[in-house]
């Protein structure tokens, strides 16, 4: 695979501030952890296509201990380097001695975002992600605008442009531009109405539950890209819920997790967020369900390490905490309920399918869940499941990286659709994942391959959904 020249059109404010040792201690303190064994290098994505030191886990680690440490200034190469991090914390999973990347990376990048705040292009990207992407509504809305003018005339007349110029930043983001649901009729967005409502859709899938059994109680988070771009899935894990059975809610009042605003350097609008989903869940009241349920790898990820937002001692962050333990996966939860798709088979014979299973970077190396979602897909009979030659590495979706990023995003996604032919045996029929930008990225890849019309890409509930309604049907809508 090739390498890639990384933009360069970042920019910041006086390139020779220096950083007090109070805005990055704990980034310095966790950056002199690091033995530069190099083990991080394989597994780090952006350092695969752009082939540099200082794009890898060990390179950007030694140039914020040095910037923290005030031996180089935060220059041009230097945040060029943080900001093209995908930020998939592969490299703590490699990591022989556990060196929090996280944390240096998060450190470094709030003190950029605190000189970067009254650059126009920062406040837009604030104000795009506090009034759009963070209601399911609007954020359906552009994407159907988006997808409608990639339709018209002068839609067409600029991919004709973008293909003249192959590997442009125009045509990297008309890839991902393409991949936005198309408008068929009205784009849904799944929202809870009252608590223990139930989403549009949300019949319950094939299967029964157990005499006897109890039903536990299920908090369903339906979050903003999924309710938004997807809804169909939010509705796929009420019908697993459901099956499993247990007592479903969907909280009234929920709002967006704020995982996009807290990573962007808007930390102020995550904590009111956060806040309204406290109450909205019942964990400022002391009523939370036993299980609060993600079906977004991402939203799942930052809900596990967002009570550092408040203070020790104090409700909210007891609560939040509280929240971290009470979040799982749909996988998971199903998994440890002990049900899986397959005792719902009800007999006769099911249509061969070949699936890879794209993991979410933050729910793997995050959260730690790789085992149940691999678990409930092979547990269906006539499905063959592999994960990607490269065993599931990021996909380049990363949040918004494809949006601000897409010439980095498309190298990494070119590496991952290679490595899906890699397996061999031709396309596969489905490539599943668990996450709404993941779902959205490899749209985008099976485009850039060439295999629209041939492979279908689905989250997890949504096709473990489809098929146990329709075991002997048709393959499922082609991408």
């Given at each position: 695979m090739r390498a890639v020249e990384p933009p360069r059109n970042v920019a910041v404010g006086d390139p020779h501030h220096t950083v007090t040792a109070i805005g990055l201690a704990a980034a310095q303190g966790e950056a002199a952890r690091c033995i530069h064994c190099g083990f991080c290098l394989p597994a780090c994505p952006t350092y695969q296509v752009l082939g540099l030191e200082k794009h890898s886990p060990r390179g950007r680690i030694q140039l914020v201990k040095a910037w923290a440490e005030g031996r180089v200034d935060a220059d041009e190469g230097l945040i060029e380097a943080l900001d093209l991090c995908l930020g998939c914390r592969a490299c703590e999973t490699a990591c022989p001695v556990d060196v929090r990347y996280g944390v240096i990376l998060e450190a470094a990048r709030d003190e950029l975002a605190q000189r970067r705040a009254g650059q126009p292009a920062n406040i837009l990207l604030k104000l795009a992600l506090r009034h759009v992407a963070a209601?399911?509504?609007?954020?359906?809305?552009?994407?159907?605008?988006?997808?409608?003018?990639?339709?018209?005339?002068?839609?067409?007349?600029?991919?004709?442009?973008?293909?003249?110029?192959?590997?442009?930043?125009?045509?990297?983001?008309?890839?991902?531009?393409?991949?936005?649901?198309?408008?068929?009729?009205?784009?849904?967005?799944?929202?809870?109405?009252s608590s223990g409502g139930r989403l549009p859709g949300s019949a319950a899938a094939p299967g029964t539950t157990a005499p006897g059994r109890s039903r536990p109680r299920a908090a369903l988070f339906a979050g903003c890209a999924q309710a938004g771009l997807f809804p169909q899935v939010n509705a796929a894990t009420a019908s697993l819920l459901a099956a499993a059975g247990f007592q479903l809610e969907v909280p009234a009042g929920q709002v967006c997790c704020g995982a996009l605003h807290r990573h962007h350097g808007d930390p102020e609008h995550a904590r009111a967020l956060l806040r309204?989903?406290?109450?909205?869940?019942?964990?400022?009241?002391?009523?939370?369900?036993?299980?609060?349920?993600?079906?977004?790898?991402?939203?799942?990820?930052?809900?596990?390490?967002?009570?550092?937002?408040f203070p020790a001692g104090t409700p909210e962050?007891?609560?939040?905490?509280?929240?971290?333990?009470?979040?799982?996966?749909?996988?998971?939860?199903?998994?440890?309920?002990?049900?899986?798709?397959?005792?719902?088979?009800?007999?006769?014979?099911?249509?061969?399918?070949?699936?890879?299973?794209?993991?979410?970077?933050?729910?793997?190396?995050?959260?730690?869940?790789?085992?149940?979602?691999?678990?409930?897909?092979r547990s269906l009979p006539g499905v063959t499941v592999a994960l990607p030659s490269d065993g599931g590495t990021c996909c380049g979706s990363a949040g918004i990286y494809n949006a601000l990023h897409p010439q980095v995003s498309a190298a990494v996604l070119e590496r991952k659709m290679a490595a899906i032919a890699a397996l061999g045996g031709g396309p596969p029929d489905v490539i599943v994942t668990s996450n709404p930008g993941c779902h959205l990225q490899m749209l985008a890849g099976v485009r850039q391959a060439g295999l629209a019309g041939q492979v279908a890409v689905m989250q997890l509930p949504e096709f473990i959904a489809w098929y146990l309604a329709r075991p002997r049907g048709p393959l499922p809508p082609a991408a």
């Open positions: 209601y399911p509504r609007r954020l359906g809305l552009a994407a159907r605008l988006a997808a409608r003018f990639l339709h018209s005339a002068a839609g067409r007349q600029l991919e004709m442009l973008a293909a003249r110029r192959p590997g442009s930043w125009l045509a990297a983001a008309l890839t991902f531009a393409r991949a936005l649901p198309s408008p068929r009729g009205r784009l849904e967005a799944a929202r809870p109405s309204r989903n406290l109450q909205a869940f019942g964990l400022l009241r002391g009523e939370p369900a036993e299980v609060i349920v993600f079906n977004a790898g991402g939203c799942l990820a930052w809900i596990k390490e967002a009570a550092s937002l962050h007891a609560a939040a905490r509280q929240l971290g333990v009470l979040a799982k996966d749909v996988a998971e939860v199903l998994v440890e309920r002990g049900w899986t798709p397959g005792d719902a088979v009800q007999g006769g014979q099911r249509r061969s399918l070949r699936v890879v299973y794209q993991p979410s970077c933050h729910l793997t190396h995050v959260c730690g869940v790789t085992d149940a979602p691999l678990r409930l897909l």
